[in-house]
């Protein structure tokens, strides 16, 4: 997008994956896109439906998935109260004596693995999908004691799985939108109700889905808030917590789950923001040097990257008595700024330093591959401007691309960064800017 748009999950009451999709739609995505989904994975006649509903006063959109008979996958129950949101994957373990499953039929986690790699979906979507059913396979395996593509569902929570897991990642192309990030995940409280009694929440396959993944306070959220299923479309979607700074450009689309407490909005919230300054501390480390080489000045700077240093600026200065010499200006992380003054003090002369804190403010960036005439791959780093996404290529990728084709490094850098600007112009659906550098 030409506007370096993300999103930012924000899971105050927990996520799942009906509530990631009733919020895509929320967001813009729109409602055929979602509705010819089943159809599009090999299920012509399954429904979905969408319905805009109320939650603590706040308009939130409810997404059902039903086979023709109308049947709904069952949720595990939670013991004295219904659980957070209905989630597929609970597997046979998990379903409620007193309430089994009424299908019969079920398929394996391999089988909708499959489903997914021949279903038509753009890489960025099946790459994603594919690696969602292996970690959900992988967790309900470490459960039961099963091989992780032999995990069975039943058949409506398979068909369910699949439409929330390809739906909750494709919702985002949809949206032109590849980065999201995620605010602390509510995991909700109690016990949930499986075959052989009752287990804690979160359930042990959602456990298993949130390593990594930072959790925060529940508040008035009780049962269970997280389910496997949005556990792990945050594990195959989110970058991580979101930008220090930002813009909202949509402060809020909500997706609905199942319950309606009346003390809080049982719903996700998805916000759509604009690319903004990140800020951060950094110390900055100056000296001045007047009887050092100029010839040992590259190897120092060296030392001192690889100490940890950010920048490393030297410029020319006239000291006292007139003498030629060097100031050595040093940006530096606060964890790393006593070994970059020891690296200082061992590869140069210096025999004092300047230590003074600051702060460092930068557009928010990232990096991508982009494939060569030559058939490699060159690292091109993005920042997201205020007018757009702006790309160059990596200094060390194209001087090694010069010396192995013997063409001039500057040709070389056009040419990656012409193949970059069409990459990355793809991928935001949008007008990108040049590196004003280049």
């Known amino acids: 997008m030409s506007d370096g748009r993300f999103a930012i999950l924000d899971p105050v009451s927990g996520i799942s994956g009906d509530m990631m999709l009733g919020a895509l739609l929320a967001a813009g995505a729109p409602e055929e896109w979602l509705q010819s989904l089943p159809a599009r994975l090999g299920f012509p006649e399954v ?48 379903h409620s004596e007193a309430d089994p499953p009424r299908h019969g039929s079920h398929r394996h986690i391999g089988e909708l693995i499959d489903i997914v790699k021949r279903a038509k979906l753009s ?26 593509d032999r995990v069975p569902l039943h058949e409506v929570g398979a068909v369910d799985a699949l439409i929330d897991i390809v739906g909750g990642i494709e919702g985002f192309e949809q949206l032109g939108i590849t980065r999201i990030y995620n605010r602390p995940l509510a995991i909700g409280t109690g016990w949930v109700r499986a075959a052989h009694g009752v287990i ?33 479309l945050v594990r195959v979607l989110s970058a991580g917590a979101p930008p220090s700074r930002w813009r909202a450009a949509m402060a809020g689309a909500w997706g609905a789950g199942g319950r309606n407490p009346k003390d809080y909005p049982n719903a996700l919230r998805l916000i759509l923001a604009s690319a903004a300054v990140e800020a951060g501390e950094v110390i900055l480390v100056s000296t001045d040097l007047d009887d050092l080489s100029p010839e040992y000045l590259d190897p120092m700077r060296e030392a001192l990257f690889l100490a940890g240093a950010l920048d490393v600026q030297l410029w020319g200065t006239q000291m006292k008595k007139g003498r030629a010499g060097f ?17 200082l003090f061992r ?52 001087m090694a691309l010069a010396r192995r084709t013997g063409r001039p490094a500057h040709e070389v850098a056009r040419d990656l960064q012409s193949r970059a600007l069409h990459v990355v112009s793809a991928e935001n659906s949008g007008p990108v800017a040049p590196n004003k550098e280049s």
């Open 347 to 398: 590869h140069s002369t210096t025999a004092g330093v300047r230590r003074y804190s600051a702060e460092r403010v930068t557009l928010a960036r990232r990096e991508v591959e982009v494939t060569t005439a030559e058939g490699g791959a060159v690292r091109v780093k993005v920042l997201e401007g205020p007018d757009g996404p702006r790309v160059k290529p990596e200094y060390d990728d194209v």
């Open 47 to 94: 429904t979905v439906g969408i319905t805009p509903v109320d939650r603590c006063g706040i308009r939130a959109i409810k997404v059902e998935v039903c086979l023709p008979d109308g049947s709904r996958e069952q949720p595990a129950r939670p013991v004295d109260q219904h659980s957070h949101e209905h989630d597929h994957f609970h597997s046979h373990a998990d």
């Open 123 to 148: 890489g960025w979507v099946r790459e994603r999908a594919v690696r969602a059913f292996q970690l959900l396979g992988d967790a309900e395996g470490r459960v039961h004691g099963l091989p992780a």
């Open 327 to 343: 100031r050595v200006e040093i940006t530096v992380a606060p964890a790393e700024a006593d070994k970059v003054t020891e690296a």
């Open 200 to 232: 804690p929440v979160p359930a042990p396959a959602t456990t298993i889905l949130l390593e990594g993944i930072e959790v925060g306070p529940n508040g008035p959220v009780t049962g269970e808030a997280t389910t496997p299923t949005g556990a792990v």
